[in-house]
């Protein structure tokens, strides 16, 4: 059986791209991405492709260009939540409505990735859990994130492609 692949194809990194920047700076689903990309199947590939268990290279190429937006227009964790607070001091000081600065702070650090909107409807506990059950979460979950680990080292160990 053939290991994952290990380089990515021009439709991934296409895929990547539109991820993360979108069209034109708008930000598209995963399915117009995969749709835009070329993928036949959008809807069903779009949602493969963030897998990391399926797709581990396409998943750390993800990740990179995140990296490289953060670092591009300086958004960092620490530095989104010291914005925050000076919006807040401000407007206690000031009786000017500042919404327009706490909205703009807050999509820099949705682009940062710092926000994810997503809905969980959970059945049970992680206390019903017993503790073999738990050891399996905790390998799936370790599992799942060593390849995209493995995934980020290889692609940073391949030397870039011009285009």
């Not at 001091?89 to 940062?112: M, P, W, Y």
Request: hydrophobic share 35%; glycine share 8%.
């Amino acid at each position: 059986m053939p290991g994952p692949a290990k380089q990515l194809t021009p439709k991934q990194i296409k895929f990547a791209l539109l991820h993360v920047y979108g069209v034109d700076g708008i930000p598209i689903t995963k399915t117009e991405a995969a749709r835009l990309a070329g993928y036949s199947d959008a809807a069903n590939e779009g949602s493969k492709m963030t897998n990391p268990l399926k797709y581990p290279l396409v998943c750390a190429h993800i990740s990179n260009l995140r990296d490289e937006v953060r670092e591009k227009y300086g958004v960092s964790y620490e530095g989104h939540l010291e914005e925050l607070g000076k919006i807040r001091d401000q407007s206690k000081k000031d009786s000017r409505n500042l919404a327009a600065a706490a909205t703009t702070e807050i999509a820099r650090g949705k682009v940062g990735g710092y926000y994810i909107d997503q809905k969980i409807i959970r059945h049970g506990n992680i206390d019903d859990l017993n503790l073999d059950q738990l050891y399996d979460k905790m390998k799936t979950i370790k599992k799942k994130n060593q390849k995209v680990l493995e995934a980020k080292e290889l692609l940073a160990n391949k030397p870039k492609e011009t285009t």
